[in-house]
């Protein structure tokens, strides 16, 4: 169950050097509804200095604009060409420098626990990653964007809206119900019925 927040605004990011996605979210108690999402578009750039400095630009526009309480951002991943995820890690880093300059907390999720959030299947296309977030939001045809890097960047807001409220479950859990006990001494009573 999520915890009622009485309004929040969350920006998603998905970073990319030639075109970056964001996505915003108002949520009022428990509902989410869509705000804006489009993409920065980033192709006629030829120097890539300038890309990142055009990037830092227009999230801090989106900031001014939107002002989002909360940044959620797809996270690195790795993949086989070390010059892309090079260019991929500075174009997040860039604009999560824009979220730190207005002190705007940050999440990062790996795209297939975003896919997992929306679909239920880590290995969703990017087509029913859209298709899930029309339906959710109630977004009409002509309001669909024709880059997926916009559905993509709103996917991880809303994500991160789903994450919103429920505790942090620890990376290794216990491997016995003994382990748990003595992990956590607090949580559980040792006293043995009569």
Known sequence: MLAPVKEKIIMGIDPGTNVMGYGVLKITGTRAQMVAMGVIDLRKCPDTYLKLGH?????????????????????????????????????????????????IPIAEYAPMKVKMALTGNGLSSKEQVAAMLQRILNISKEDMPKFFDATDALAIAYCHYLQMGRPETPAKGASSWKEFVSKNPGKVSTRKKP
């Open 55 to 103: 990037i830092f630009e227009r999230v801090t526009g989106l900031i001014e604009s939107f002002l989002p309480d909360e940044m959620a951002i797809e996270a690195p991943f790795f993949g086989k060409n070390v010059q892309s995820m090079l260019k991929l890690g500075r174009a997040q880093g860039v604009a999560m420098a824009a979220a730190i300059n207005r002190d």
